[in-house]
């Protein structure tokens, strides 16, 4: 007979056991998952398009090519072709006009999900199918299992997540379109998400789905300061995002610590929902905000996040990509706390997780899984400096060139590929625009650091404007100085993140008249010229997220892109080869522009954007 237990054991103790437990158990089968689906990545990624062929065996689009049911990689690899979104962008139309009939997918197309990256300067939108957010949730689900290996007791605290979701708008044949986490946070999976001590937020559900940007920021981080004790981990979906809410910290300390001392929300906040849900957390605590107002009100804001939040262990962000730039400014405020980049997913697919989160940023690489969709790898070629091709995508690809994409398990350790997917939703070989590179393998699949998205030169927050669209606007904007006889002999460009919100920077070298003086109202001109002609996703960040300042134009001394071409040859250019840079990053020739300014003009108001598509603009005033 067991021995009676010598104290009474609380309920609430074994409950708590109980839960550990599960957990426990739980995490163990999210890993062993991983060693299966990374161990059979071949058989899985076998499995992945046959059952995507086999479903969709008789849409349009692949009787188009000739698939004709089959569904056998080599088939798949001769018959259809690798594509870039204006291949598919017909299609996409008659979706998005209301064409119901089996297109891309067998599966009905239950919203678009639009991506930041754009064509034509609007959002790509990206069909997608109901059961997709199965497969993204499944993605999150490995994330903490994962995380706890290296940081236990997650479980027993909070994150401070700052979540946000973004306007969405309807299609003329009345789909959404939003981008994939507004359509994420909106799902039941996220709003009914059962209790977890994972999935345990110091922001309530009504302040993440708050439309009102300021209203959203104010009511999470007013409820992260509230329980700043009980907060373990920190964090954003990008790095840019994060620093977005300290900077807004920064200037709201006092009202929120306010509102702390006499336990009641500021009037500003009217949305009744965040009002109620704030209100079951905020509670008087003058102490909490004597405390708030002291670290707040000192002048080094140098790692406010360790004072303020004394308990997190780590900053959960992206910082891999463009989102590299934030890294200094993370480490101040942090003074050096862990950076984690958890995975790596777009609207069109999610692909991956990092395996090892506590590497530092640049050691990063996601681990693809081989069970998220059907991936191939396009070998990049590099030109002769060794610096990724970036002027526009390269031409189609030859019928050789598309058969010889490679297999997940077959890319070799440091070559870099193009990442090509098909997926569930209804992509074909589809041309992301990423550049991975190979730096290892879990078991038989393979790992990548994030290299660049392809062409991009400019990113602030989520927008990407490439060296094209930056020309085109640029162009746009020099007609404005022909009145004055002025003329752009050079430009380059520079994401200038040193104040928040960051902002596009354009150094001009200009040939002018002499005897007639260019208004500075001109440049101002030209400046906001620039931000009309750039894309939707950079519009919407300087209107709507407030989350890219006004553009600059700097115009530089005569003479000065004579000494960037000297400054690039004496560290090894080629002369013959050498091309001005559209964009610098490389602090010394950022230096070098900046000491040679000679004027400096802002864009003087916001440029004009609006939720959805241009052409959609109508049918939306209508519904
Ligand atoms: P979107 O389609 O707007 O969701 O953007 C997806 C794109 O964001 C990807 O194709 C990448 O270029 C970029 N991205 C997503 N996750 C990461 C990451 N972990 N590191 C770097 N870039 C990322």
Same mark, same amino acid.
């Given at each position: 007979?067991?021995?009676?237990?010598?104290?009474?054991?609380?309920?609430?103790?074994?409950?708590?056991?109980?839960?550990?437990?599960?957990?426990?158990?739980?995490?163990?089968?999210?890993?062993?998952?991983?060693?299966?689906?990374?161990?059979?990545?071949?058989?899985?990624?076998?499995?992945?398009?046959?059952?995507?062929?086999?479903?969709?065996?008789?849409?349009?689009?692949?009787?188009?090519?000739?698939?004709?049911?089959?569904?056998?990689?080599?088939?798949?690899?001769?018959?259809?072709?690798?594509?870039?979104?204006?291949?598919?962008?017909?299609?996409?139309?008659?979706?998005?006009?209301?064409?119901?009939?089996?297109?891309?997918?067998?599966?009905?197309?239950?919203?678009?999900?639009?991506?930041?990256?754009?064509?034509?300067?609007?959002?790509?939108?990206?069909?997608?199918?109901?059961?997709?957010?199965?497969?993204?949730?499944?993605?999150?689900?490995?994330?903490?299992?994962?995380?706890?290996?290296?940081?236990?007791?997650?479980?027993?605290?909070?994150?401070?997540?700052?979540?946000?979701?973004?306007?969405?708008?309807?299609?003329?044949?009345?789909?959404?379109?939003?981008?994939?986490?507004?359509?994420?946070?909106?799902?039941?999976?996220?709003?009914?998400?059962?209790?977890?001590?994972?999935?345990?937020?110091?922001?309530?559900?009504?302040?993440?789905?708050?439309?009102?940007?300021?209203?959203?920021?104010?009511?999470?981080?007013?409820?992260?300061?509230?329980?700043?004790?009980?907060?373990?981990?920190?964090?954003?979906?990008?790095?840019?995002?994060?620093?977005?809410?300290?900077?807004?910290?920064?200037?709201?300390?006092?009202?929120?610590?306010?509102?702390?001392?006499?336990?009641?929300?500021?009037?500003?906040?009217?949305?009744?929902?965040?009002?109620?849900?704030?209100?079951?957390?905020?509670?008087?605590?003058?102490?909490?905000?004597?405390?708030?107002?002291?670290?707040?009100?000192?002048?080094?804001?140098?790692?406010?996040?360790?004072?303020?939040?004394?308990?997190?262990?780590? +900053?959960?962000? +992206?910082?891999?990509?463009?989102?590299?730039?934030?890294?200094?400014?993370?480490?101040?405020?942090?003074?050096?706390?862990?950076?984690?980049?958890?995975?790596?997913?777009?609207?069109?697919?999610?692909?991956?997780?990092?395996?090892?989160?506590?590497?530092?940023?640049?050691?990063?690489?996601?681990?693809?899984?081989?069970?998220?969709?059907?991936?191939?790898?396009?070998?990049?070629?590099?030109?002769?400096?060794?610096?990724?091709?970036?002027?526009?995508?390269?031409?189609?690809?030859?019928?050789?060139?598309?058969?010889?994409?490679?297999?997940?398990?077959?890319?070799?350790?440091?070559?870099?590929?193009?990442?090509?997917?098909?997926?569930?939703?209804?992509?074909?070989?589809?041309?992301?625009?990423?550049?991975?590179?190979?730096?290892?393998?879990?078991?038989?699949?393979?790992?990548?650091?994030?290299?660049?998205?392809?062409?991009?030169?400019?990113? +602030?927050?989520?927008?990407?404007?490439?060296?094209?669209?930056?020309?085109?606007?640029?162009?746009?904007?020099?007609?404005?100085?022909?009145?004055?006889?002025?003329?752009?002999?050079?430009?380059?460009?520079?994401?200038?993140?040193?104040?928040?919100?960051?902002?596009?920077?354009?150094?001009?070298?200009?040939?002018?008249?002499?005897?007639?003086?260019?208004?500075?109202?001109?440049?101002?001109?030209?400046?906001?010229?620039?931000?009309?002609?750039?894309?939707?996703?950079?519009?919407?960040?300087?209107?709507?997220?407030?989350?890219?300042?006004?553009?600059?134009?700097?115009?530089?001394?005569?003479?000065?892109?004579?000494?960037?071409?000297?400054?690039?040859?004496?560290?090894?250019?080629?002369?013959?080869?050498?091309?001005?840079?559209?964009?610098?990053?490389?602090?010394?020739?950022?230096?070098?522009?900046?000491?040679?300014?000679?004027?400096?003009?802002?864009?003087?108001?916001?440029?004009?954007?609006?939720?959805?598509?241009?052409?959609?603009?109508?049918?939306?005033?209508?519904?």
């Amino acid at each position: 007979m067991p021995e009676a237990p010598k104290e009474i054991v609380p309920y609430d103790h074994e409950k708590k056991v109980m839960e550990e437990y599960n957990m426990y158990e739980k995490n163990k089968k999210t890993l062993e998952f991983i060693e299966e689906v990374t161990e059979n990545a071949d058989q899985v990624q076998k499995r992945v398009l046959t059952e995507i062929l086999t479903r969709n065996a008789n849409v349009e689009y692949l009787h188009r090519h000739g698939l004709n049911g089959a569904t056998d990689r080599d088939t798949f690899k001769k018959l259809i072709p690798v594509i870039k979104y204006e291949d598919i962008q017909s299609d996409i139309t008659r979706i998005a006009n209301g064409d119901t009939s089996p297109i891309l997918s067998s599966h009905p197309i239950s919203e678009f999900l639009t991506s930041s990256g754009t064509s034509g300067g609007e959002r790509k939108l990206m069909p997608t199918i109901e059961e997709e957010l199965d497969r993204r949730c499944m993605l999150y689900s490995l994330l903490m299992p994962v995380m706890s290996q290296f940081v236990p007791g997650l479980d027993k605290g909070k994150g401070m997540y700052f979540l946000f979701i973004k306007s969405e708008s309807k299609t003329p044949g009345g789909l959404v379109a939003r981008p994939v986490l507004t359509s994420y946070y909106k799902s039941k999976h996220f709003k009914n998400r059962p209790f977890d001590s994972y999935t345990n937020y110091t922001s309530p559900n009504e302040s993440i789905l708050c439309s009102d940007s300021y209203q959203s920021m104010y009511s999470q981080m007013l409820c992260g300061l509230c329980q700043n004790n009980e907060v373990l981990r920190v964090g954003a979906v990008f790095a840019s995002g994060f620093i977005r809410a300290i900077k807004f910290l920064e200037k709201n300390w006092a009202l929120l610590a306010q509102d702390i001392r006499v336990g009641s929300l500021n009037p500003v906040i009217t949305d009744p929902e965040v009002r109620a849900a704030v209100m079951r957390i905020l509670k008087p605590d003058p102490q909490l905000a004597d405390f708030i107002e002291a670290e707040c009100s000192k002048d080094m804001w140098q790692g406010i996040i360790t004072r303020i939040w004394p308990n997190t262990k780590y +900053i959960d962000v +992206i910082v891999t990509g463009t989102m590299a730039q934030y890294i200094p400014t993370l480490d101040y405020y942090s003074n050096g706390l862990p950076l984690v980049c958890t995975m790596y997913a777009s609207s069109e697919c999610y692909f991956g997780v990092n395996l090892n989160p506590l590497c530092k940023p640049s050691e990063v690489s996601y681990t693809l899984i081989p069970s998220m969709g059907y991936f191939e790898f396009l070998p990049v070629q590099r030109n002769v400096n060794g610096v990724t091709n970036s002027i526009s995508m390269p031409k189609s690809l030859t019928e050789k060139e598309q058969q010889d994409l490679v297999e997940l398990t077959d890319v070799k350790l440091g070559h870099e590929y193009e990442l090509v997917i098909t997926t569930y939703a209804g992509l074909y070989r589809y041309r992301v625009g990423d550049v991975l590179r190979v730096a290892g393998f879990k078991n038989k699949a393979p790992q990548f650091n994030f290299v660049c998205r392809k062409n991009v030169v400019l990113s +602030i927050d989520s927008d990407k404007t490439d060296e094209v669209e930056l020309q085109n606007a640029v162009k746009n904007a020099v007609s404005h100085l022909q009145p004055f006889g002025g003329t752009l002999l050079e430009y380059t460009s520079y994401a200038d993140t040193s104040v928040i919100p960051g902002h596009y920077v354009l150094f001009w070298e200009l040939s002018l008249n002499r005897s007639t003086s260019v208004p500075p109202s001109v440049f101002e001109d030209c400046c906001l010229t620039i931000e009309e002609s750039l894309n939707s996703v950079y519009r919407q960040g300087r209107v709507s997220d407030k989350s890219i300042g006004p553009l600059e134009i700097k115009v530089v001394e005569n003479g000065t892109f004579d000494k960037l071409m000297d400054y690039a040859i004496s560290l090894g250019a080629s002369i013959n080869q050498y091309k001005t840079p559209r964009c610098v990053k490389f602090a010394p020739i950022v230096e070098l522009l900046n000491s040679r300014v000679v004027s400096t003009y802002l864009s003087p108001k916001c440029p004009k954007w609006a939720p959805g598509h241009k052409q959609w603009c109508n049918a939306n005033e209508e519904r």
